[in-house]
Each structure stands twice: as C-alpha cells, then as structure tokens.
T-cell receptor
Framework: DQQVKQNSPSLSVQEGRISILNCDYT??????FLWYKKYPAEGPTFLIS?????DKNEDGRFTVFLNKSAKHLSLHIVPSQPGDSAVYFC???????????FGTGTRLTIIP | DAGITQSPRHKVTETGTPVTLRCHQT?????MYWYRQDPGHGLRLIHY???????DKGEVSDGYSVSRSKTEDFLLTLESATSSQTSVYFC?????????????FGPGTRLTVL
C-alpha cells in the first residue's frame, strides 16, 4: 500500500527551463511534506519542506506547492541547472510520529 | 563535516552468511533509522530506534534485526543473508525536536548477496 507515490520515474528538462516534479499521497492525516535530493553514491539530502496548513513554500530556485484537496504536491525548480540532475524523493510525516513515508523517487536529468 | 557515517561502504557476501552493517553518528541525535533503497520502491524503512535499547520495526523488517547499545551506534544485522536482500542500505538520524522530522542520511552501504 504505497501511501506516497511519484508516478514519473524520470524527467528530462533543458537547462534554464522549469522542472516540475510531482508527488501524490493517499493519507489525509499527513501533517507535513519534505523533498530530498539524492546524487549517485551519496545519501539523500533535505531540500525543502511544507506544512499541511500552507499551500506554498519557497527557497531560492525551489518552490513546493501543496494541493490538499487533490492530495498532491509538486516541486518547481526554476531555472533548472545541470547540478540539479539527481533523484528526488518526496516524503510525508505526521506530527508526533518520528517516521517518514517516502515516495519511489523521480530521476531528473537537466540537458545542457 | 559528516555527522553520520556507515561501514562498510560496499560488501559482497554469500547466501546464508550473517552480515552486520554499522551506522555511527556524532550529533547525539535520539532517533536513528535503517532504510533500503531498491528500484521502483524508493526508500523503505526497515527498523528504527528512538533511544538506547529502544527499537521498533518498519515496513520491511523481516530477515533483519537491529541493536542500539549506545546513542551513537545503530547496527543492522542480516541473520542469514538472501539474494532478495541485495540492496543499498541507508542509515539516517533525526533530532526529533523540530516541527518537521528532518532526517539526515549517511552515505549508504551497497550490499550484494550472491
């Protein structure tokens, strides 16, 4: 029972354009969402988060949007840079529960 | 500035042998986690710890055991390795004091079971 889904295994975007990574969830009890970025042969690193009471959070080139009614969140990267090529995982959590539920990941490739 | 390390980074073993992976953190974080990463499955939680000697199962705990005798060390043991346990294993830590449970990951251990 995959509670957090990333339906696109891969995505290719030209350098300078916008990258949009999507994530869907089924459990309406999640209180917050996180995005992680992972390079080959390294562990995932935290990128950006959003509370379930907000619909947008921005940090530099990265913006996460949350649509609670659709149980959908997306990560926008603009402009995309070659260093953004990585696997991106979305994760969801509940307050008071120290576990996260991760999605399956999307491999983003930025084309120079 | 690695606050969390894993050893070994790579291991090849044979079916039926016991294997222990080690995770070491220097941040004094309360929570520690073991995940496995497999194509098409993302990161799946194996076991986690919420304190010394306090551990609990994750979603894919069968065939794995863990121990945490010190805050800084979290061991994952495969009692009798099987080919289905070939994977990349990540350890993570979390302070548990922030609004969001931001977890910090180690570099991973690539395990191959022949």
């Amino acid at each position: 029972d995959q509670q957090v889904k990333q339906n696109s295994p891969s995505l290719s975007v030209q350098e300078g354009r916008i990258s949009i990574l999507n994530c869907d969830y089924t459990n309406s009890m999640f209180d917050y969402f996180l995005w992680y970025k992972k390079y080959p042969a390294e562990g995932p690193t935290f990128l950006i988060s959003i509370s379930s009471i907000k619909d947008k959070n921005e940090d530099g080139r990265f913006t996460v949007f949350l649509n609670k009614s659709a149980k959908h969140l997306s990560l926008h990267i603009v402009p995309s840079q070659p260093g953004d090529s990585a696997v991106y995982f979305c994760a969801a959590g509940k307050l008071g529960n120290e576990k996260l539920t991760f999605g399956t990941g999307t491999r983003l490739t930025i084309i120079p | 500035d690695a606050g969390i390390t894993q050893s070994p980074r790579h291991k090849v073993t044979e079916t039926g042998t016991p294997v222990t992976l080690r995770c070491h953190q220097t941040e004094n974080h309360r929570y520690m986690y073991w995940y496995r990463q497999d194509p098409g499955h993302g990161l799946r939680l194996i076991h986690y710890s919420y304190g010394v000697k306090d551990t609990d199962k994750g979603e894919v705990s069968d065939g794995y055991s863990v121990s945490r005798s010190k805050t800084e060390d979290f061991l994952l043991t495969l009692e009798s390795a099987t080919s289905s346990q070939t994977s990349v294993y990540f350890c993570a830590m979390g302070a548990g004091t922030q609004l969001y449970n931001e977890q910090f990951f180690g570099p991973g251990t690539r395990l191959t079971v022949l």
